[in-house]
Structure formats: structure tokens, C-alpha cells
């Protein structure tokens, strides 16, 4: 049998396809990925989910070297722009972690994967960017 | 220029600060109670002078330091405001002797920032707790720690990023122009001796020191450390009524100014450093009514040399899009267009977090009273002094000379 599988946050959603979810203020459009009492931007306080584009480019990154203690480095911190204009924070995945690899601007996509297992073997599923 | 005295406006009437370092034998309240009992003489007014004190301190914010530095220096029964805000904590402190002066509550007030750090280390990477089971907690619904899984949160990788995403719209930047802004701050320390370090490093040293989170490299990121430092402010209507020689050395604020972040797509996964940066800058050059072109210093939120560099965009220093171009060109560099961080900056004055936004404001004061010693700029009339905390709050003060 499989090992049961929880995405590492709840606006990872693992079915059909993995993608995001964002609340989306039903008046501006304004998009979050947690809850919020009035939209940061407009204040309205309606809200819809809604499902952010896998693809996207790279804006920002850094190559972390030092990090707490149990996470291993270097790994590539990025900052995502989707295609329909999502705002997300990840890492850049199966991409070497230097500076002649990562490329502001770069084509992104959202991939999934595994961080580690729990003791009752579920596996916490992440998910990252890949360059295509 | 230089500024007249005026009933409503508030000046810098005392200032000191310790010298940024480690201080395993004193206490914060050591550190905080020198700095006031020295800013207090500077100005030539006495504790018992004082309206209204202020306190910063982020990690003691909850320990009543204002209080506890009364019973180092008088308990007098004035009011205390003891704040906190990240790294803009000594900016806001002195944010709020301004408000409660001029707003008339206040005629004199003492404004103290202090911080004793010792060797934190590496600031904002939270240690992942591995959990036994993976259930969804906090407000994203996480089974276990995202830092380093969904990006970074350390404080190098942080504004590593802020620095990346200027190179992505600009041109001209690269790690190389990051490199020479920590270049020039660790080569402007050397004239201070209140820095925390004091010592010239190569452009090949600083690129080829230990990579924290590309491109800041160790050398270009702020140690942390212990110091404080304290400024007294007083009223125009109350100055005007001092000795001549104490109405001279006396520094005009003419701007204090405080901004948070307004709503931005991209502040709401990554901290925006720079809309509230330029927000506090324009509000302050249209109170003083001066502009970047007037200034004669500028002591900026230099935490990592990336900052520093978007900083100069932000604060209009420099061209649209022409950071790299201006630490290029060596803009601010101590003899260049605009002098930046001629203290060291944070990179090698250092950061004890709560006691920076005040120092800042000593410096530049130091220069305008042509006092700063080997590192005076001379000639000095207006300068301007700008912290950032993330999350976000951006303090910025301008100051001036008095008039003759």
C-alpha cells in the first residue's frame, strides 16, 4: 500500500494535479495564501478560493548557505511570479544551487516533492519550482 | 543652510552612544544608563529636565527598561514609553518624543535606544521542531517547518532577495557592486572608533569569505553585538531660552517620519523594503523641505550590503535604477556625491538592534556639530538618517545644522 501523503501546507492541494490555492478578494482580486479578517488592499471582506497558474517566472532568489541546524543547505530560496500574477515563495528545485544555474527571469514550474516521513510513515509533500 | 529656531520646531539638543561591541561584564542597563546619563550632559540638562522618556529594546521589550534606567538615573515619575519595532526600534523611540513634544506634553524628552545581543548568530531561520506526526498547524496549515522547504527566512537570505529582485529590474548590479558596498562601509569603520570592527578588507576578501546566502557573503553582513545610545530632544520655544553656546551645537529634526508597508502583492510572500522606504523618504524631504541633493551624509539601514545598495534608489540618492551604476561611480563613498555610512554602517559600526535608529541619529549629529573627529565630513549642514525593521516599519529623520 501507498504511504499516506499530507501536503506540507494547506494551500497545497495534491488532487487532481498539485497546485496552489489562493483567497482571493472578490472585489479587487487581491490574492492570499492564508485568512484574513479584510482584504489587506481594498478592505473588503469577501473571499473565494483560487487556483494559482503552476507556471511563472523567477524574480528574487538567494543561494542559502547557513541555515538553522537540521536544514540542509545550500539550497536556492526563490520568489515566484505566476503567470496570472501570484505572488509565491518556494525553492528553486533540480537546478544546481550557483549562480551560473539560477537566472533572474528564468521560466519556472511548480513541481511536488517528498520532505520526510512522520512516524506513522504519512509523507509530507512539498512542492517547488523547476526551470523549464 | 542652516536652520533658525523656531517656538514649534524640535532639535537635537544632547547625544551620545557607546561604542558598539561586546560587553560580557555589563548589563543592558549598564550599556542604556551610560548612554543617557552622557546625552543628558552633552545637552546640559539634567534627568530631572526630562518630560517624557522613551525606550527601545526588541529582545527586553517586555522589561520595563525605560523603568529600569529611571533607577539607574532618577526616578522622577515621568511618563515611560518602552517600544518595540524591530529594527526601527530606536527610531520609533525617538519618533516618540517627538510626537509627545510636539504635541506640547513635552518641552524636553530623553530617547534611549539599547540592545545586548552577544553572539546571536544567524537571526530569523526558526529550528524546525520535527513533529512525530504530521498534522496541519498555524495559520497556512503547515505539518512541520517551511523554512527552507518554501524559501528562506533567514535575515541574509531575506534581504538577499530584496537584492536580487532590484537586480532582475534594473541592470548593472551584480555581486560584484554588492561586494563594494561592504567594501567602502568596512573601509569608512576604519576612521571610527566607535565601530564594532575597525579593519579594511579587500574586494577579494570580502567576495571570498564564507557565503552566507548568495551574494551577502559573512563580510557583508552586520554582526550582532551590545551598545546603546540616547539622544535628548527639546522644544524651539524651550531652546530659544538656553545659553548661546548650547543654542549652537544644537541639531535641528526637520523630519521625523514613520511608515509601515502599504499593501503590495509581492509584500504578502516576501518583505517589501523599498515602498516604505521611499514613502518615509518623500514625506521627509517634502517637511524638511530640502532634497537628496542637500544632503551631506546619509547614515542608511545597511544590514546586509544588499540593502544598502536598493537603498540608494529608495532614498532617491541616486537615478532611477542607477544603484549600481552610483556605488560604481563612488557616489557614496566618503569623498564622493552623497557620503553613506561614513560611521562604518551597520556592516562594521555594527547592529545592536534596538540602539541603532539612535545612533544613527548621533552620527549624523556628530557631523553637522563638526564633532565626529577623524571621519567628519566637512562642512556638514543637512543629513538625513534612515532604519528599517521588517514586517515592516521605516523611520527616517532628517536633521540640520543650527544657524550661526
Redesign the interface.
Known sequence: MAPARVPLVDYLRLEPEPHLVAQECISCGARFFDRRNACARCGRTEFAPASVDGSGELRAFTIVHRAAPGIPVPFVSAIVRTDDGTWVRSNVVNCDPTPDAVKLGMRVQLITHTIGADDDGTEAVAFGYEPV | MAAQISPDSVWVLGAHMTRFARYPDRDLIDLASESAMAALADGEVTVGDIDVLACGSLFQASGAVGQRIQKQIGQTGVPVYNVANACATGATAIRTVMMAIKAGEARIGLAVGAEQMGKMG?LG????K?????E?SG??????G???????E?M??VF???G??Y??DHGGVG?EQFARVAYKNHLHSTLNPLAQYQKEFSMAEIMES???????TLLMCCPTGDGAAAVVLVSGERLASMPAHVRKRAVKVSASVLTSDP?T??C???PDVNTLTRNAADQAYEAAGVGPEDLDLVELHDCFATAELIHYDNLRLCEPGGAGDFIDSGGPFRDGATPVNVSGGLISKGHPIGATGVANVYEVTAHLRGEAGDRQIEGATVGLAHVIGLASACGVHILEKAAA
Open positions: 544567524l531561520g526558526a529550528t524546525k520535527e513533529k512525530k506526526v504530521f496541519p495559520r497556512y496549515g503547515a505539518v512541520t517551511v523554512d527552507g522547504h518554501l524559501g528562506t533567514t541574509p537570505g538577499a532577495q530584496a536580487t529582485a537586480a532582475h555581486f564564507p557565503m552566507m546566502s548568495y551574494p551577502n499593501f502583492e509581492d504578502q510572500v516576501q
